[in-house]
């Protein structure tokens, strides 16, 4: 079993700092489409998740493929 980055004992508790500076609790695009006009959106500040128009803003969070 792989560990989170933000938490190496496991217990799934975010703290501020632990492996990300200024992460915004707003809205972050998924990389899977739903349509060709709309995607799939997560939001960090309550866990929502929804679809949106692709022409909206918001944020991106960078990551590299698997192992």
């Given at each position: 079993?792989?560990?989170s980055?933000?938490?190496?004992?496991?217990?799934?508790?975010?703290?501020e700092?632990?492996?990300?500076l200024?992460?915004?609790?707003?809205?972050?695009?998924?990389?899977?489409?739903?349509?060709?006009?709309?995607?799939?959106?997560?939001?960090?500040?309550?866990?929502?998740?929804?679809?949106?128009?692709?022409?909206?803003?918001?944020?991106?969070?960078?990551?590299?493929?698997?192992?």
């Amino acid at each position: 079993r792989k560990l989170s980055l933000s938490n190496a004992l496991g217990t799934g508790q975010w703290q501020e700092g632990n492996a990300f500076l200024e992460v915004q609790l707003s809205k972050y695009w998924t990389a899977s489409p739903q349509t060709k006009y709309s995607s799939w959106y997560v939001d960090i500040y309550n866990g929502l998740l929804d679809t949106d128009k692709v022409n909206i803003k918001y944020y991106v969070w960078p990551v590299r493929g698997g192992d």
